[in-house]
Nanobody, 122 residues
C-alpha cells in the first residue's frame, strides 16, 4: 500500500509559476516510480510527467515540455513538479501517481493521490 499526498496547488496568473509536491509513504514505497497526471473540467485525465526512481530518466507530455520540470528526493520520498510559464490551458486538478514500472502516457498507475487544484487566470 502506498499513500500519496499532493500539495502546492493554487491560483496563478498567466506566465507565473507553481511547484507541486507529492509525499509518498508506505512500506513498499521504494519500489514505486512516480509521475503526475492532470484532469481539466470536461476532459479525460492526461499524463503530464514521470520520473524514474534514480531520477535518471524523465518523460513529459508535449504540451508541458520545456515549461515543467519533474524531480524527486528519495530521502523524503517526495516528487516535485515545477511548473513555469503557466497558461490558462494548464488549469486542472493535478494528481500524483505511483506505479511499479516507469510511468508512461498509456500506463495504469497503481496508486493515486487526492489531487490538487491549479488554476491559471488569463
Amino acid at each position: 500500500q502506498v499513500q500519496l499526498v499532493e500539495s502546492g496547488g493554487g491560483l496563478v496568473q498567466t506566465g507565473g509559476s507553481l511547484r507541486l509536491s507529492c509525499a509518498a509513504s508506505g512500506p513498499t514505497v521504494s519500489s514505486y516510480k512516480m509521475g503526475w497526471f492532470r484532469q481539466a473540467p470536461g476532459k479525460e485525465r492526461e499524463f503530464v510527467a514521470a520520473i524514474s526512481r534514480s531520477g535518471t530518466f524523465t518523460n513529459y507530455a508535449d504540451s508541458v515540455k520545456g515549461r515543467f520540470i519533474i524531480s524527486g528526493d528519495n530521502a523524503k520520498n517526495t516528487v516535485y513538479l515545477q511548473m513555469n510559464n503557466l497558461k490558462p490551458e494548464d488549469t486542472a486538478v493535478y494528481y500524483c501517481a505511483a506505479e511499479r514500472s516507469f510511468i508512461t502516457s498509456s500506463g495504469e498507475p497503481d496508486y493515486w493521490g487526492q489531487g490538487t487544484q491549479v488554476t491559471v487566470s488569463s
